[in-house]
C-alpha cells in the first residue's frame, strides 16, 4: 500500500490578471517506509507539492490518497486538520519554534487538543528529546539551543502524535554542513524505523541521502523520474 500517491494533481493561481499553474497533471507514489527527495529549483513548484501533501492546501484538479484512501479535500477544516496531525510530522527549515518555550514545551505543543494524559504526553516528550540526543536540554529554550539542536527539536515535536509519514522541508538548509548531517543522520534513522520520509530540496547533496529521487521543474514531473 501507497504512503503517499497523487493521481493528476495540478494547482493553479490567480495572480492579478494572470492563471499562474504551480503544478501540472502531477502523478507520485510513494510507498510505506521509503525515503524520497522531492527536488527541484526554486520556483519549481515543489513547495506548492509539499503543502498539497501536508493538506496545508488543496489541489485545483486531481486526486491525493493518504495510505491508500482518498482523502475528502472539501471536508471540514477540523477534519483536515486532524487528519494531518494524525498522519504527518512536518520538519521545516526555519524550525518554526517558539523562542520563548523550552525545547519540552515545543515538542509537547502538537498534543494540547488531543486526548492523551498530561503524564503519557510529558513521557514520550522526554523520550523523543532523548531519541534525538537532547537529554539534559529539556529545559532550555531555542535561544540557547546551537542551530543543530534547535532541528533536533522540531523533528521530535514532528513525532509527537507518532505520524507514519515526516515531511522534512529543506532540513539543512539554515544548518553548516557538520549539523547538517547530523540532522540526516536522525532522519535515516527515522527511516529505518519505518517511517516515510519525504525530502523537499534543491541540493543535490540532500537527495543522495534519499533512495529515491522525484525531479520537478516548471510544476511537472520530470521526464525518467517518478
Do not use: C, W
Not at 509519514?165 to 536522525?186: F, H, Q, R, Y
Request: hydrophobic share 40%; charged share 30%; aromatic share 4%.
Amino acid at each position: 500500500m501507497s504512503a503517499i500517491e497523487l493521481k493528476k494533481v495540478s494547482k493553479s493561481y490567480k495572480t492579478g490578471q494572470f492563471n499562474v499553474e504551480a503544478l501540472r497533471d502531477v502523478d507520485i507514489q510513494i510507498e510505506k517506509g521509503e525515503m524520497v527527495a522531492i527536488m527541484g529549483p526554486s520556483g519549481s513548484g515543489k513547495s506548492t507539492l509539499m503543502h498539497i501533501i501536508g493538506l496545508l492546501d488543496h489541489p485545483t484538479r486531481g486526486e491525493l490518497y493518504i495510505d491508500g484512501k482518498q482523502v475528502d479535500l472539501k471536508m471540514p477544516d477540523a477534519q483536515l486538520a486532524k487528519l494531518r496531525s494524525d498522519k504527518i510530522g512536518f520538519v521545516f527549515q526555519t524550525f518554526n519554534l517558539l523562542s520563548k518555550l523550552s525545547a519540552l514545551d515545543n515538542v509537547l505543543m502538537p498534543t494540547q487538543y488531543r486526548k492523551v494524559g498530561k503524564r503519557d504526553r510529558l513521557s514520550r516528550a522526554m523520550e523523543l528529546l532523548a531519541e534525538v540526543g537532547l537529554k539534559g536540554r529539556e529545559k532550555h529554550r531555542p535561544p540557547e539551543l546551537s542551530g543543530g539542536q534547535i532541528q533536533r527539536v522540531a523533528i521530535a515535536r514532528s513525532l509527537i502524535n507518532n505520524p507514519d509519514i515526516i515531511l522534512a522541508d529543506e532540513p539543512t538548509g539554515n544548518l553548516d554542513s557538520k549539523s547538517g548531517t547530523e540532522i540526516m543522520n536522525v532522519l535515516i534513522e527515522l527511516n529505518k524505523k519505518g517511517k516515510t520520509v519525504v525530502l523537499i530540496t534543491h541540493d543535490q547533496r540532500i537527495a543522495d541521502f534519499a533512495s529515491r529521487t522525484i525531479r520537478i521543474l516548471d510544476g511537472a514531473v520530470e521526464k525518467g523520474t517518478k
